[in-house]
């Protein structure tokens, strides 16, 4: 099982979090900034296990971790996963994220926290491994998309034109946003 | 109406997203908190309106807000309204922030199952999928009980989407609904085989997760999933199966074999790392559970080890493997020695410590130095704390394992103590001391070294606490001033290490230790007093040493530590007392040294437990009245003024209970000594023992070995282990020359035939290696009070009798199904005998494993055979049926008897109704509804000479009385031309003995059951038995379900435990014609009844 699902980036600012047992908020945030500090102290040439922070799990947990550009994803699972196993399982996910973002980069997880969401309930559900096709998760995700669309669309045009509208009597309205907006590389891996 | 819909869509204009959220929040870096308070104000305003666009995009923005930590449980209700939109975009982002913050005890909960149960039927196979997800994460006992059948239905969905969806989500509803497990468990089968890929991982993964829980259950699945490892090409699908197989194989060895070939060939045929080491780790599980054929697979781990070591990021997990290896084929693991070794080197923590944990297993006495001198370099390199304190108690482990089994020279030990105190800031200061104390007091050659060494660390102190945050290691000066002032007679210079142990600064260290300084200071003064007596020029000396004492020890009388102020305060009165006979020239160094005679000698933790508790004394009762609830009521009686001296009398009167005189005591003491000397069950001190606590020195009794000093014992200067390893070498080297010349001369006296004697050993083995010291085992067994005295292996009992009556002796010695089909057809040609007793087990007679090989705090597993006895009167009106009976005993209070029919007669015999009269203590188990004098109907009936059997169930309270229950067999008797009613009166004899298990007992756990002292005493005498002892106790054996814990010579102990779980114990000695039996029982009343029993068995025989 997955108990947990984290990706932070490398100042520890959470971009998604996605818990399979209940914590409460604050423990929740505790949770983020040991593992972040366990993860970040670590090297990129070393291995990707870490074994048990205090906070989540115990002796039977590991933490998984791959590092991407300026993103952490971090799955911390019990002693029934296979480490490689999930190892795998990130890539496979960071890939889609990948395809359904084309070039996905911090930026993208920023502001769409919900539809990085969506791609991850293909994935994972309730801490078990759904699918690890990735041609299937994609299909499956554009075709939701798609049916939102055809609804009218959560952020469909006439709420864009409002958006504009509204923007153009907000002076203060950044006109470039000046994060790393560097492209998660997602390099060639074994395929899963 | 329309202006309202126009006025929300412009209100909507202004409102945010989630996008404009995020980006105002970047934007307020300063003032984050107060930008987001703000921004849950205006969610509150949006989440108030009517419009379902307005509140799913509020929703949404909470989901962001949580996240960034902010409890968003108090728009619970509105989450559910978005839920239940009709629109798949805002359901699905209901579906989410519910996933996010709802858990069980949301209230609101409950208002949701019928709206997902509505989803869940949804004709939309997103709505549905969308309601399975959000489900998968707050789902509650009350949800899975309510939509388990919904949830069931859709496993059979004609989308596999949502198909594997349903099959992932049951292993949630099995855990908050156990019961549906059994109903879904076929189909949830049956999905390991759908088309469908995805369907079938899920199904897989649930019954992975399952089989994790309880692995035997699912062993049944085997050949299914072992189609699928060899057909699927899923690598996650695989990985899961592979790893269940590793949790299945240690329960069915047979698993294993099959598995190797199939996991080989995915081994050198699979290009995922991943796959590759699931089935690496399965293999050696496999090997594991084999622990066969190793030499052949061995080289495919080591293989794909060194496949592993290549990639960094592997490092980790061949380790880990290894691990697993080294438990049960540690030499396999020790030719990785260096790449191991290499490991410690690693920059990553994790692997080190992986590393670390595997060289404890690793060391022998061969490598031991050069391991800890790796470590010990790597001691000087850590940075960290934590991990250089993990090396340092890994360092001691690995030494000390096994009572210091791979250390061949202590002085090397010791000097490896001494450097780790150089280490800063450690927290096992303590660990350390242990260390040294044990071996000074254990190693009797080494403490000449030891106390040169303490003394020199003494001296240095002022290194260990120079700073006052290395305050762990200071510890260590406790052990070395004890160290020192114990064996004093070692040291050189006692004065020198006395000075240092008085100097000012040890005030700073923490009482503990300066009492320890304080006492053994006095220790050295005695030495010091003896050394310089007597000579005259040397008086001055011992003066100066008693005015030096003077001079320092008030600094510790001051001290606020009472220990230390305490002893000091003593000590100082002596001095100055000895000071004044000095100045008379009194000698009184004889007399000083007197103080500290004989030595202190380590006591095993367990040592008390040897000490037996003295008859009738019961540890848990108060003695004196226990002080509780009279006090409060004291206080609360005294409050009111007037009462007390009320209270006072009634106190006066009552009974001093702690006031016995002398003479009192010493009688009974002598009654109790007298007692003890007659009973058997008292483990007296042998004499020697005894002989050395009167002496009050126990010392020269502990075996100690002598030691072949090969070694000079002596370093110069500081210790420097790395000497050692190079002393330990020469050493070995000489050894093995040694050895060479013996062989050579002996190979020169046999001739030809020393030639075939393993030639040249090549590396030197393990048993060359000599240690250099001893170590006193002392950990058990130390203060030899007495151990049981029997230890004669059981599988030595053997008895010259036909093959039959062994296997009655001892049933548990033999599968007892073939004596009771042996005993069978005896019985029956035994027409009519009274008494049977019949061991009767179907199948659990495998089970009663060999004696000794259980236990005794496990469940036993209980061969259920224990014969009932049934007296039939014969009835006079017809050809009698025959019963055998047979007992089976279930558990405390059920019992179930086993009765034979036969029909002797030569007509039909049915309708047989079998009725007992209940008693108060013993029932027959009737069905429901059935009034308590009903009988209970035979089913079945009996045609001429046709035997069956039927059973019944009793339930028994009272197991410590032997009863009789009288019954009726009522049954029709039908010849050809009538049939008759009849009657058949019997009696069924519950006897004590019926109440016994034959139970395998250890000869130590038996004498724990002895000195526990629970057990009540009794015995029995038995004149003019004449038959040979192995016949007694085979008797005692088969009649009364005792096994045979040992046996020497004429006297032989016994075990069986009632199906209540009382334990009884015997002793059966016996002497020309007597025979005595002494037993315990926790029951006296049981025990009673059972040794008439055993009086019976033999007076009629």
Known sequence: ?192 | MALKIVKGSIDRMFDKNLQDLVRGIRNHKEDEAKYISTCIDEIKQELKQDNIAVKANAVCKLTYLQMLGYDVSWAAFNIVEVMSSSKFTYKRIGYLAASQCFHESTDVIMLTTNQIRKDLSSPNQYDTGVALTGLSCFVTPDLARDLANDIMTLMSHTKPYIRKKAVLIMYKVFLKYPESLRPAFPRLKEKLEDPDPGVQSAAVNVICELARRNPKNYLSLAPLFFKLMTSSTNNWVLIKIIKLFGALTPLEPRLGKKLIEPLTNLIHSTSAMSLLYECVNTVIAVLISLSSGMPNHSASIQVSFSRHAHTFSLKYLGLLAMSKILKTHPKSVQSHKDLILQCLDDKDESIRLRALDLLYGMVSKKNLMEIVKKLMLHVDKAEGTTYRDELLTKIIDICSQSNYQYITNFEWYISILVELTRLEGTRHGHLIASQMLDVAIRVKAIRAFAVAQMATLLDNAHLLTGNTQRNGICEVLYAAAWICGEFSEHLEEPMVTLEAMLRPKVATLPGHIQAVYVQNAAKLFATVLRGHEGVPADSMVAQETSQLLIDRLPLFVQSSNLEVQERASCILQLVKYIQKLQQKDVEVAEEVTALFAGELNPVAPKAQKKVPVPEGLDLDVWINEPPSGSESEDEGRKSKGKAVFAKEESRHTKPRYTEVDEKELAKRREVRKAEQANNPFYIKASPSSQKVRRDGVGVEHIPVVQIDLSVPLKVPGMPMSDQYVKLEEERRERNKADKKKKKDKKKREKGEKGRRRRGDSGPESEEDITPAHMVDIVTEEMPEVGIYTWSLPHWTFSLPLSESTARHLNPCLFPSQKSSTHKKKKQKKEKKKKKHHHNHSDGAGDESVQNGTVEEEEPLPVSNQSPFTLSINPCPLCQIPVCDIQGNLQDGSQVVVSVIFENKCDSFIKSMEFNVLDSLNSKLQRPDGAGPHDGLIVPFQLPPGISNEARFIFSVQNIVMPQKLKGTLTFIVKTDDSSTHEKLDFKLHFTCTSYLITTPCYSDAYSKLLESGDLKGCSLKLEGVNQPFHHLLARICFHHHFSVVERIDSCASMYSRSIQGHHMCLLVKTADQTVSIDAKCDEPGLLGNVLDEIKLTFSQC
């Open chain 1, 1 to 192: 099982m997955i108990k947990a699902i984290l990706i932070f980036n490398n100042h520890g600012k959470p971009r998604l979090i996605r818990f399979y047992e209940y914590f409460a908020e604050d423990v929740q945030q505790q949770i983020i900034r040991e593992t972040f500090h366990l993860v970040s102290k670590r090297d990129d040439n070393v291995c990707n296990f870490l074994e048990g922070g205090s906070l989540i799990g115990g002796s039977d947990y590991k933490l998984i971790y791959r590092h991407y550009a300026t993103l952490y994803f971090v799955f911390c699972v019990d002693s029934s996963e296979s480490e490689l196993g999930i190892l795998d399982l990130i890539q496979v996910f960071v890939e889609t994220l990948d395809k359904c973002f084309e070039n996905v980069c911090e930026l993208d997880l920023i502001f769409h926290m919900d539809k990085v969401h969506f791609i991850l309930q293909e994935v994972v559900m309730g801490g078990m491994v759904l699918e690890t096709n990735m041609n299937e998760i994609v299909g499956q995700v554009e075709l939701q998309n798609r049916m939102e669309k055809s609804e009218g669309g959560f952020s469909a045009a006439p709420a864009r034109a409002v958006s504009a509208v509204k923007n153009i009597n907000l002076p203060e309205m950044p006109r470039n946003i000046n994060i790393g907006d560097i492209n998660i590389k997602v390099p060639s891996l074994s395929p899963f």
